[in-house]
């Protein structure tokens, strides 16, 4: 893979709680247990996909790296994980939206930042914080594609407008290549009427988007995190396991159908 061709994808939903860490945390963990070189982002300054791992940091954070402090190679963090990489946040991260909000450049810190590291990594997946402020902006202006989780629950679809008008600002004003890559949703109760009825909804605004992949209502992803596991690790045959086995392998199908990517990966999961 060449520099270029490396596709950065943000994980957004400016709605907190609908599924977005779980998502990026689990996506990439099956992603380098599949072989393919991943590097996860962690641009919510509440730190959760960093905590998720198990990771800690200590000295530099993603902070740094965009404040232009630290080279991304020193800000990096092994995971437990082969294959996985992560770019940890910190509570800091909170001050970049107002410390860089007056520089030239404001919209392209991440970019920029991430540009020297990109020949390392197959794929790039941000986890990105719950608002479309800069940070999320710059997610935006560094990705080639949008996923957005969307919870199974009353009122999901509401802001999904203003997400998507946003991505067509940063298309037209910023990165013309950005689109909605696709849509997931979470916390899929096979039980009730209602989870299916925002799925037929989804399916019916956004037909090509929608992975077919439902991600179930499942108590161990809520757990995985606070052993800084994935559920790969934690729980490898649960139904969640395999809900984000499969919705990883739709996406890497859907990244060699939009974009004739496809990565040397070996499969051991
Ligand atoms: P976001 O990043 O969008 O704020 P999270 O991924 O942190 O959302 O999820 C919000 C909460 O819901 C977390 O406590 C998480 O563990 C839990 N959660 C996420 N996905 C599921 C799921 N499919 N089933 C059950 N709990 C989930
Ligand atoms: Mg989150």
């Known amino acids: 893979m060449n520099k270029k061709s490396t596709p950065i994808f943000a994980i957004a939903n400016q709605k907190g709680g609908v599924g977005k860490t779980t998502t990026a945390v689990n996506v990439s963990s ?46 990096i963090h092994l995971t437990s994980q082969t294959g996985l990489d992560l770019l940890p946040a910190s509570r800091d991260l909170a001050a970049a939206e107002v410390e860089f909000a007056s520089l030239p450049d404001r919209d392209k810190r991440l970019e920029i930042a991430l540009e020297p590291i990109l020949n390392n990594y197959d794929i790039v997946i941000i986890d990105c914080p719950p608002s479309l402020g800069l940070l999320t902006i710059n997610a935006m202006s560094s990705s080639r594609g949008l996923i957005v989780p969307i919870q199974c629950e009353y009122l999901a679809l509401e802001g999904l407008g203003h997400l998507v008008s946003t991505i067509q600002l940063v ?25 299916k009825q925002v799925v037929e909804e989804v399916q019916k605004h956004y037909p090509n988007k929608l992975f077919r992949t439902l991600i179930p209502r499942s108590v161990y992803l809520s757990e995985a995190p606070s052993y800084g596991q994935s559920i790969f690790e934690y729980y490898p045959s649960s139904k969640a396991a395999l809900a984000y086995s499969s ?16 990565f040397d990966s070996k499969p051991d999961r």
């Open 30 to 75: 099956y992603l380098a247990g599949r072989g393919v070189r991943t590097l996860l982002v962690d641009l919510d300054p509440q730190g959760n996909a960093t905590s998720s791992l198990g990771v800690e940091p200590q000295g530099a954070t993603l902070y740094d790296l965009l404040s232009g402090e630290e080279l991304a190679k020193e800000v």
């Open 247 to 262: 919705l990883g392998e739709e996406f890497l199908d859907r990244i060699k159908q939009v974009y004739g990517l496809a």
């Open 171 to 195: 298309k037209s004003r910023i990165n013309p290549t950005l689109e909605l890559f696709g849509i997931v949703m979470t916390m899929f109760d096979s039980r009730t009427r209602l989870s």
